[in-house]
T-cell receptor
Framework: ETGVTQTPRHLVMGMTNKKSLKCEQHLGHNAMYWYKQSAKKPLELMFVYNFKEQTENNSVPSRFSPECPNSSHLFLHLHTLQPEDSALYLC???????????FGQGTRLTVV | GESVGLHLPTLSVQEGDNSIINCAYSNSASDYFIWYKQESGKGPQFIIDIRSNMDKRQGQRVTVLLNKTVKHLSLQIAATQPGDSAVYFCAENKGLDSSYKLIFGSGTRLLVRP
């Protein structure tokens, strides 16, 4: 266990659905991240939060909407996704954004 | 669905031999580097890190070497074991301001032959 917990582990959703991915870290870290890992591309950084403030949006489509209510929780709200959005979505946290990041197990998302 | 996967370079080694996995990074301003291991169905797991003021760092059975001149990073695994079979990623911290972030390479698959 890395101290970063993601739920659900698996999610199948239709293109018209709305769903949310949840990430929780118990490490007292101040930075949290969303990454996308697909079969066609390496790990892609999506969003960065430092001290609950979004500091990076890596040109992610608006159908992905992050939320960071506090330093321990991070959400990724999904709506009107496309089949090509099917991937493993990984959450990570680090102490200050300048040290190693600890990853959760990921949510395997399938859009049908 | 996707029918074509990302082609990962693969390193096949005999159990007990040493493994060397290489990585080229892109940003000469990057000053922090990490190696991660990812097993099937799991998230990436931290192995070892190194900062740009060092050229070598050792851990338990692993050594990371940094050559800033040619922007090259390597991970050496001593006495490779079957449990070392996984995909290995290098990551660089491209923080040029207060917004630090880790950018990952495409990965190398390590296969350990019994």
């Amino acid at each position: 266990e890395t101290g970063v917990t993601q739920t659900p582990r698996h999610l199948v959703m239709g293109m018209t659905n709305k769903k949310s991915l949840k990430c929780e870290q118990h490490l007292g870290h101040n930075a949290m991240y969303w990454y996308k890992q697909s079969a066609k591309k390496p790990l892609e950084l999506m969003f960065v939060y430092n001290f609950k403030e979004q500091t990076e949006n890596n040109s992610v489509p608006s159908r992905f909407s992050p939320e960071c209510p506090n330093s321990s929780h991070l959400f990724l709200h999904l709506h009107t996704l496309q089949p090509e959005d099917s991937a493993l979505y990984l959450c990570a946290s680090s102490q200050d954004g300048y040290t190693e990041a600890f990853f959760g197990q990921g949510t395997r998302l399938t859009v049908v | 669905g996707e029918s074509v996967g990302l082609h990962l370079p693969t390193l096949s080694v005999q159990e007990g031999d040493n493994s060397i996995i290489n990585c080229a990074y892109s940003n000469s301003a990057s000053d922090y580097f990490i190696w991660y291991k990812q097993e099937s169905g799991k998230g990436p797991q931290f192995i070892i890190d190194i900062r740009s003021n060092m050229d070598k760092r050792q851990g338990q059975r692993v050594t990371v070497l940094l050559n800033k001149t040619v922007k090259h990073l390597s991970l050496q695994i001593a006495a490779t074991q079957p449990g070392d079979s996984a995909v290995y990623f290098c990551a660089e911290n491209k923080g040029l301001d207060s917004s630090y972030k880790l950018i990952f390479g495409s990965g190398t698959r390590l296969l350990v032959r019994p």
